[in-house]
């Protein structure tokens, strides 16, 4: 087991705090006995070779030695590294639903990358790394796309390679494991037609949230396929109201606006209720709701005033992290075009513009985030569409 690690120049290849020297050891705590070691090395590499979502050139050579571990059945919580494993190959889900991940433009962005850095110089032996990110900066924009896409590319490939284990993963004897099962195979569009059979095998699931997150990864990898089709059809009727979420949200992803009109329904059910985070569903870390806001776009505009009326009727319910999505959608609906030109009259907007800002207006729990008061991201969302970036701010633009 991981006797490979000693192979590998970790101190030539780099993450975010330097040199990747470190993390062989991090690896080998993932068998330790010792579940507060176990913890700690995982926090160690979220934090190092994916850093608030970025991957790094040591993140791809990191990934064969969780895949194996991953494999062995006496690796304890498997399903926190598969989780991992998942996390390195696309950073965070909401970056890419309701529609996948795209892999075919990264192929495209991507070229020329791996010449790209395989001329970037040495690691410095200081933290700072001056060489490196003096390299990164002499670098175009265009140039910085195709390093950066070609690294995260690899690592997306790197673990693609596990998604025979990821199958047979599903048949698991532990909850948590079938689901993260069938959330990783979501994300690896080329190998749909390889797993669309067992994901659809795991939409029986006896556990209505590993059925649900199989049903959301047909819909993600099974377009075009007849087998996704029918057993998602079928899943609409299931007397589960999470299954039938999951249902829906495969539906409007596998048939867009030909979708059945009970698929909109369902949506829409959710998308103006309470709040109903599941954590047994991984795909948006279970905000069943948000995610069915961003399922009803594929449904297109003969829904967009029913979508609209239910994003809205969620808003006052809604606050911190849990706010941004439903208001985010509800922010596209009402402003296709973009951020508003600056010094903009109220008196220029449409009606659902002004419907969407007073109701923002008349709640101020929204943009909070707990004890942490307003929240930054929420009024940087505000602000990048032109809009007030406090609550009393928006009153007086209304007024």
């Known amino acids: 087991m991981l006797e490979g690690l000693t192979r590998i120049r970790w101190d030539e290849l780099e993450h975010a705090y330097g040199s990747a020297e470190d993390v062989p050891d991090h690896l080998i705590a993932l068998r330790s006995p010792d579940p507060d070691v176990r913890e700690k090395a995982r926090w160690h590499l979220y934090g190092n070779i994916f850093h608030q979502g970025t991957r790094y050139e040591a993140t791809a050579y990191a990934?064969?030695?969780?895949?194996?571990?991953?494999?062995?059945?006496?690796?304890?919580?498997?399903?926190?590294?598969?989780?991992?494993?998942?996390?390195?190959?696309?950073?965070?889900?909401?970056?890419?639903?309701?529609?996948?991940?795209?892999?075919?433009?990264?192929?495209?962005?991507?070229?020329?990358?791996?010449?790209?850095?395989?001329?970037?110089?040495?690691?410095?032996?200081?933290?700072?790394?001056?060489?490196?990110?003096?390299?990164?900066?002499?670098?175009?924009?265009?140039?910085?796309?195709?390093?950066?896409?070609?690294?995260?590319?690899?690592?997306?490939?790197?673990v693609r390679v596990g998604a025979p284990l990821f199958r047979a993963l599903l048949g698991d004897d532990a909850t948590e494991m079938r689901a993260a099962a069938a959330y990783a195979l979501g994300w690896f569009g080329e190998d749909g037609p390889g797993s669309v059979p067992a994901l659809a095998?795991?939409?029986?699931?006896?556990?209505?949230?590993?059925?649900?997150?199989?049903?959301?990864?047909?819909?993600?990898?099974?377009?075009?396929?007849?087998?996704?089709?029918?057993?998602?059809?079928?899943?609409?009727?299931?007397?589960?109201?999470?299954?039938?979420?999951?249902?829906?949200?495969?539906?409007?992803?596998?048939?867009?606006?030909?979708?059945?009109?009970?698929?909109?329904?369902?949506?829409?059910?959710?998308?103006?209720?309470?709040?109903?985070?599941?954590?047994?569903?991984?795909?948006?870390?279970?905000?069943?709701?948000?995610?069915?806001?961003?399922?009803?776009?594929?449904?297109?505009?003969?829904?967009?005033?029913?979508?609209?009326?239910?994003?809205?009727?969620?808003?006052?319910?809604?606050?911190?992290?849990?706010?941004?999505?439903?208001?985010?959608?509800?922010?596209?609906?009402a402003f296709p075009a973009g951020a508003l030109a600056g010094g903009t009259p109220v008196e220029q907007l449409d009606d659902r513009q002004r419907r969407l800002l007073r109701v923002l207006a008349d709640s101020p729990g929204t943009w909070r985030w707990g004890e942490h008061g307003t929240f930054a991201n929420f009024t940087m969302m505000l602000g990048a569409y032109g809009l007030p970036r406090d609550v009393e701010a928006m009153r007086g633009y209304l007024a």
């Not at 690796?75 to 390195?88: F, K, Q, V, Y």
């Not at 990358?113 to 060489?131: Q, Y």
Request: charged share 20%.
């Open 63 to 158: 990934v064969p030695f969780l895949l194996e571990l991953l494999a062995d059945p006496a690796t304890p919580e498997r399903s926190a590294i598969l989780e991992l494993l998942t996390s390195l190959a696309i950073g965070y889900d909401e970056t890419w639903l309701p529609e996948g991940f795209p892999i075919a433009s990264y192929r495209q962005r991507a070229a020329g990358g791996e010449l790209l850095l395989g001329a970037a110089p040495e690691l410095d032996d200081d933290e700072d790394n001056e060489g490196r990110y003096t390299y990164y900066g002499s670098l175009s924009d265009e140039d910085q796309q195709r390093l950066f896409a070609y690294i995260e590319l690899a690592v997306h490939d790197a």
């Open 201 to 333: 095998g795991a939409a029986g699931d006896p556990e209505a949230e590993v059925a649900a997150t199989a049903l959301v990864a047909l819909g993600l990898v099974g377009t075009g396929n007849a087998d996704a089709a029918r057993t998602v059809q079928a899943a609409l009727a299931d007397p589960r109201d999470v299954v039938r979420w999951g249902a829906a949200v495969a539906a409007a992803r596998l048939h867009g606006p030909a979708a059945d009109p009970q698929v909109a329904a369902e949506l829409l059910s959710w998308t103006g209720g309470q709040s109903d985070r599941r954590a047994g569903v991984p795909f948006h870390e279970g905000d069943l709701a948000g995610y069915a806001g961003l399922a009803l776009r594929q449904l297109g505009d003969a829904q967009a005033d029913s979508a609209f009326d239910a994003l809205l009727a969620r808003i006052p319910a809604v606050s911190g992290p849990e706010a941004l999505p439903v208001v985010n959608e509800a922010l596209r609906w």
